[in-house]
Structures are given as structure tokens and as C-alpha cells.
């Protein structure tokens, strides 16, 4: 069995966090950060303080990704984004094929401002287009059309090297049928990377609201494990195999800078409530944007939280992250980096009968996931990693 991939110890993601919002969404727990009006450039000072304060904590790095996401970070100002990578490539060297990429709505507006995001530097974006029907669109609380989703991607692929789409799947009362008929139509778009989710209710949304009041019936979870299946493979037969549980793309079109994450490299968030790991030091940022600014200009960052991880804290979080890839974990890797020996990681004698019964394989040191064992990573994770 091949190794997984590796990942350099000088190899750094950069995510900045946008909290701000342009609408109210059902599905999102930033509610709270729409905004009429921003300041831009007390932001964009406060967030090129926090990435120094970043840059000095890691000096030395290879910057290889940077990702601008949180709530509608496509309405950056263009010459903000701009001066974030610009500070970037001060403060670090730039991977030659540095990904830089940034969370869209499809919408109108967003879409005009496509060309000069692109000028500004980014090469990648990823594009919420959640549905490929009016009626569910209206139900998931988005403000966009269908026919508005589409322009902005032509838009969008004639603007940026590189385009990703996201759709929402497993819906209330979706059949495989009607699910099957837009993934081909998603199919058609020719994307290189294609984000395919199923309908989670999250804590704190409108959609736990409403399931608590019995307003909305989740699929049968039979019925969505056959949604996910189907999914992989279709997506499989269109050379776009997924490389991560709900991630599919053609070979070398991965998300470099979530693959950082999953392969439990080090990343830096900068922002209202960015999270980061740096050799082994979990840091979280202040969520409330006010809180946030008001913390930058008073000591110089955003940070809250700073605290180092236990050797197994660090293995666990590489496991449960690694083993949503297809490529799986390497546990030599893993181990060298909690300073912990493979048999207090996991538990082989689980890792053995889930290989008797198709779930994962293991061998050469390496732990992945079977496709059938994705449809309960769950319960695989319980079993595998040690608590």
C-alpha cells in the first residue's frame, strides 16, 4: 500500500476570517454579524495586525494556500484582499503555485466583483451555488436564483484559474432519482472541484429550530446513505473521485489548503473567531467582530484562546481529521508528531475486525477508510482512535 502523502514541517495555510454577513441565512450561527455598514479601513489595519502577529509567531514558513471564507468574503474590498497577500508575501515565501482562494455567493453583485478579486490575486473560488432549483433555494433561506447561480458562474471561470461548486444533498423528501438528475446537471458545468454536502441540522440554526418544532422531517437515513453512495460513484465514473468524505475533484484539483487541514498541517486563522494549529498550539481569535477589533487595537492580535495540545490531543485530531481522506493517515507520521508509539494511538485490534469487515484497510503503516466504511466514519472513528 502506497504512503500518504507528506507534508512539510515548513509548510503554512493562512485562512482570514470575514464574519460580516449580507443576509440572514437558515443554516449559519453568524446571524449575528450581518452588518449595514463596515468600516473598511479600520478593518483592514486590524487585519493586517493580527497577520503580523501571526507572521511573527511563524517565522521562516512557506506560505502555500491562503483562504478568505467566513460570511461574505467575496464582498471584501478587493484592495483589502490585495493587501493581505501582499503582507503575506512579506511576511512568509510564497509557495510558487500558491493557492489563494475565496468563499462566493452567487449572486449579482458578488459576481461583478469577480475581475477584481482576480487582479487583486485571488486564483481559486469557491462558489455556494447549494442547489440547482428555485423552490429548494427559497427553502434554504438563499437569496439567489438558479439563473442567477449560473451567470455568476460563467462569470466566475472566466475570471479565476480555478473553480469550485458546493451542493447541498440529502434533503427532506429529495428522492435519489431527483438528486442523481441535478448531479449530472452540476456535472455538465465542468468544474475541476465539486463540494457535495449532506443536510445537517446544526446546533443554533433556524433548521434545529424548526426540527425541534417538527417542521422539518430529516431524509431517512437509509435513504441518504443510498444518496451517498450513488453520489461517489457517479462522481467517480465522471473523473472527479472523491478525496475526501464529501469532497470530489480530477487528479491535482484538490483544495490544497483544506488538504493542510485534514493532513494536520500547521494553519494560522486571523479574524473574528479564527481558529489555528502552529506546532502543535491550538489558538482560537475573539468571535463577536467588535470584541475582536477592540482586542487587536488594545495588544495587537485577536487572539482568545492559546493554549499548547497534549501528545494525544495532537493525535487524535490528526486522526479524526486524516481518516476523512481517501488517501488515510500515516501513522509513523502521527506518531512522530504526539511523541507517542502507534499502539496507544489506535486500537488494532479494532483496526483488524473493521478489515475483516471492509472498512478500513491498514498496511505499511498507513489507515484509511473504506468507501462503505465513509458511510459510518463515525462509528469506525470511535472504534479506531484511542481515547
Request: hydrophobic share 40%; with cysteine; charged share 25%.
Amino acid at each position: 500500500m502506497a504512503r500518504t502523502a507528506q507534508v512539510r514541517d515548513d509548510d503554512l495555510a493562512l485562512y482570514v476570517h470575514w464574519p460580516f454577513c449580507v443576509s440572514k441565512c437558515p443554516y449559519c450561527d453568524f446571524n449575528s454579524h450581518v452588518r449595514e455598514q463596515v468600516d473598511q479601513a479600520a478593518w483592514r489595519a486590524a487585519l493586517l495586525t493580527d497577520l503580523a502577529h501571526e507572521a511573527s509567531r511563524l517565522p521562516g514558513r512557506r506560505l502555500t494556500s491562503i483562504f478568505f471564507g467566513g460570511g461574505t468574503p467575496s464582498l471584501m474590498p478587493p484592495a483589502t484582499v490585495a493587501a493581505l497577500i501582499d503582507a503575506a508575501a512579506g511576511h512568509w515565501t510564497m509557495a510558487r503555485d500558491i493557492e489563494v482562494t475565496l468563499e462566493a455567493n452567487p449572486s449579482s453583485v458578488e459576481a461583478a466583483r469577480f475581475g477584481d478579486l482576480a487582479a487583486a490575486g485571488v486564483n481559486r473560488v469557491s462558489l455556494g451555488l447549494q442547489a440547482l432549483d428555485d423552490p429548494t433555494l427559497a427553502w434554504l433561506g438563499r437569496a439567489h436564483s438558479v439563473d442567477e447561480s449560473l451567470h455568476a458562474l460563467s462569470i466566475a471561470q472566466s475570471a479565476f484559474e480555478r473553480v469550485s461548486i458546493d451542493l447541498i444533498y440529502a434533503r427532506p423528501e429529495q428522492t435519489l432519482e431527483a438528486w442523481l438528475d441535478e448531479l449530472e446537471r452540476a456535472l455538465h458545468f465542468g468544474t475541476e472541484h465539486v463540494s457535495l454536502y449532506q443536510l445537517t441540522i446544526e446546533p443554533g440554526t433556524q433548521f434545529a429550530t424548526r426540527f425541534a418544532r417538527g417542521e422539518l422531517v430529516p431524509l431517512d437515513p437509509d435513504a441518504a446513505a443510498l444518496q451517498f453512495e450513488a453520489t461517489r460513484e457517479r462522481m467517480t465514473a465522471a473523473g472527479l473521485p472523491a478525496y475526501e468524505t464529501s469532497n470530489h475533484a480530477r487528479p491535482g484539483a484538490e483544495s490544497r489548503h483544506n488538504l493542510t487541514y485534514w493532513r494536520y498541517g500547521n494553519y494560522c486563522g486571523i479574524g473574528p473567531g479564527a481558529h489555528g494549529r502552529r506546532d502543535g498550539v491550538a489558538t482560537a481569535r475573539r468571535r463577536k467582530p467588535e470584541n475582536w477589533l477592540r482586542r487587536v487595537d488594545e495588544i495587537g492580535h485577536g487572539i482568545e484562546v492559546e493554549e499548547p495540545l497534549s501528545g494525544r490531543e495532537r493525535a487524535q485530531e490528526a486522526l479524526i481529521m486524516g481518516l476523512r481522506l481517501t488517501e488515510g493517515v500515516d501513522l509513523a507520521r502521527i506518531a512522530r508528531l504526539s511523541q507517542m508509539p502507534i499502539d496507544a494511538l489506535v486500537d488494532r485490534k479494532a483496526i483488524i475486525r473493521l478489515s475483516h469487515q471492509g472498512l478500513v484497510t491498514f498496511g505499511d503503516e498507513c489507515l484509511r477508510v473504506t468507501d462503505a466504511g465513509s458511510l459510518l466514519l463515525d462509528g469506525v472513528l470511535a472504534e479506531v482512535v484511542s481515547a
